[in-house]
């Protein structure tokens, strides 16, 4: 695994600027006081057959609404989809295709998630947010951008994760710089800093219920933290377990989720089934290749990663299917909660195809850039 981080020079300078935020309800707004607010302009043509063959998709996110998907690539650009063209039942191949693309940052868009009416976009170092309903109207503009102050001038950490905690109205993530920083999204300011892990950070969780931050590391730890002290409560190295363990794969941890009492890490070790309260874990499933995303749906798991399945997994251990998709290696995978008509799961990787699954036991057509 080569570790993601990006020379300065890569990026085009910013200056500091100071961010005032206003928030009504989940509804976050923000203008800076100095520089000005970004415009960027929408792309509807195609890319050549060249990028297109070399694009990967790291990130996805559904609108508030559920009825658009945005997906972010390699080349730092973000594509939105019309769910609602793709899945008409005289779905032409036109409305399978971007409804606009629009350049977010200087490097891969490795993290997108939506909130308070917001799409937020992460990947070289800072996080940018797009408000949604204007990006519906095809207007482009980034409502703010923050960027933490890093330790170092000489490189900018690429940000490898990025999670909401909805329980304090903040965007925690983490990356390069072995560190896990916290947004306040409704002042604008960075409120605290996790510092622990002694490689990059990899994946995210919250434990909204508990008030917990979890993270997985290069350095094969899943550290868990308490978020109003910043302190590291637990400490699991999923490696030393015997049973988890793959040394042939390494110890990084690249697949990390939560619910209630229940945690799924995987990476270098086997995907496994952690009980929180007893640290222990209780199911181990059977996957070639490292995964990279993990979910649970109803009464069993889905998993992605190395290789062009989407793996379906019941909670004991066994591996009960494993679904073909188009990408060769998978990096993400989500599912649309947000709308009872356009209920799907989609998945993403190392391909300009986004394989669209109106059933999770097959897929039923492919968007692409």
């Known amino acids: 695994m080569t570790k993601r981080v990006c020379c300065a020079s890569d990026y085009k300078s910013q200056n500091a600027r100071r961010c005032d935020v206003t928030s009504t309800g989940d509804v976050i707004t923000a203008r800076f006081s100095s520089g000005s607010n970004r415009a960027v302009r929408a792309r509807t043509s195609t890319m050549g057959p060249i990028e297109l063959l070399h694009m990967s998709v790291f990130s996805q996110s559904f609108s508030p609404c559920g009825r658009f998907l945005a997906a972010g690539n390699n080349y730092g650009e973000i594509a939105i989809f019309s769910l609602c063209a793709a899945l008409s039942p005289d779905a032409s191949e036109a409305g399978r295709k971007p409804v606009f693309t629009f350049p977010a940052h200087d490097g891969p868009v490795f993290c997108l998630e939506s909130f308070g009416g917001h799409l937020l976009s992460a990947g070289d170092g800072s996080v ?219 998945v993403a990787g190392s391909s300009q195809f986004v394989d669209v699954f109106t059933n999770v036991s097959y897929r039923a057509f492919s968007l692409h850039f």
């Not at 990006?135 to 703010?144: E, P």
């Not at 072995?178 to 996790?194: P, Q, R, T």
């Not at 917990?212 to 590391?217: N, Q, Y």
């Open 128 to 346: 940018s947010a797009w408000n949604w309903a204007e990006l519906i109207k095809k207007n482009v503009k980034a409502v703010w951008t923050r960027r933490p102050e890093y330790k170092t001038n000489m490189e900018i950490p690429e940000i490898n994760a990025m999670v909401v905690n909805p329980r304090d109205n903040s965007v925690v993530f983490g990356g390069g710089d072995n560190n896990i920083h916290v947004l306040d999204l409704e002042h604008g300011v960075f409120k605290s800093v996790f510092q622990g892990h002694s490689d990059y950070v990899h994946c995210l969780s919250v434990r909204e219920r508990e008030g917990e931050v979890l993270s997985g590391s290069e350095d094969g730890a899943v550290r868990m933290w308490d978020n109003r002290t910043s302190q590291c409560v637990h400490c699991v190295e999923v490696h030393k377990y015997q049973k988890c363990a793959r040394p042939q794969f390494g110890k990084w941890i690249s697949c990390l989720t939560t619910d209630s009492d229940w945690m799924l890490c995987g990476g270098g070790p086997s995907l496994s089934l952690w009980h929180l309260r007893s640290l222990t874990p209780t199911s181990v499933f059977a996957l070639s290749g490292c995964q990279r995303r993990a979910s649970f749906y109803q009464d069993m798991i889905l998993a992605v990663g190395q290789g062009s399945t989407v793996s379906h997994c019941l909670l004991g251990g066994k591996v009960k299917a494993q679904i073909p998709c188009t990408p060769n290696n998978i990096n993400s995978l989500e599912l649309n909660t947000n709308s009872t008509e356009n209920q799907v799961l989609t």
